[in-house]
């Protein structure tokens, strides 16, 4: 089974994998796999974003486990048999992507990708088994605790569009 596991930067993608990972789970970094593929451009000028050939994202060689855990921003892009797309409440979100040393602008447009739950409505145009996990107050560890739960198939709460921003959004004007 193919699981991608993707959401907005600073949704927890990386500490979630880790920690099923540590478990004793098969997890593939997509990013890591694109950039030897070759499907990454780096950008002309610096400060802009690397350029992924989403298109070729089913070309690049991955493991043939039973059960791979596939992640990167950008992993819902990729045929899976599950997508779990990780939320955050923008306002957290924020503070996340601060502490990392974002710009104002790169905060922004990452901000808006979640109010506007951009990764599920794409998650959804090409895979059908697509859900949400929300880890603005839960650990990492309670976060793949419910991926696993997904897996299973218990996805009761997890459907995509129970998750909604727009109240706080609309504090944004």
């Known amino acids: 089974m193919r699981v991608a596991i993707t959401g907005t930067p600073g949704t927890g993608k990386n500490t979630v994998c880790e920690v099923l990972s540590r478990e004793g789970h098969k997890v593939v970094d997509l990013s890591d796999l694109a950039w030897k593929g070759g499907l990454i451009e780096s950008p002309d000028e610096p400060g802009l974003p690397a350029i992924v050939d989403v298109e070729r994202l089913d070309e690049l060689p991955l493991p043939a486990d039973d059960s791979v855990f596939i992640y990167a921003h950008f992993a819902h892009r ?3 048999d599950t997508v779990v797309v990780l939320r955050c409440s923008p306002s957290v979100l924020r503070s996340r992507l601060l502490k990392r040393g974002w710009n104002e602008k790169k905060i922004r447009e990452n901000l808006e990708a979640e109010a506007i739950d951009l990764i599920t409505v794409e998650a959804l145009e090409k895979n059908k088994n697509v859900y949400e996990v929300d880890t603005t107050s ?4 309670e976060a793949a605790r419910q991926i696993l739960e997904i897996v299973k198939g218990s996805v009761k709460g997890h459907e ?5 921003w727009s109240e706080e959004i609309l504090s944004w004007y």
Not at 160 to 164: L, S
């Open 160 to 164: 995509p569009g129970r998750i909604d």
């Open 78 to 80: 990729l045929g899976a």
């Open 138 to 141: 839960i650990s990492a560890e």
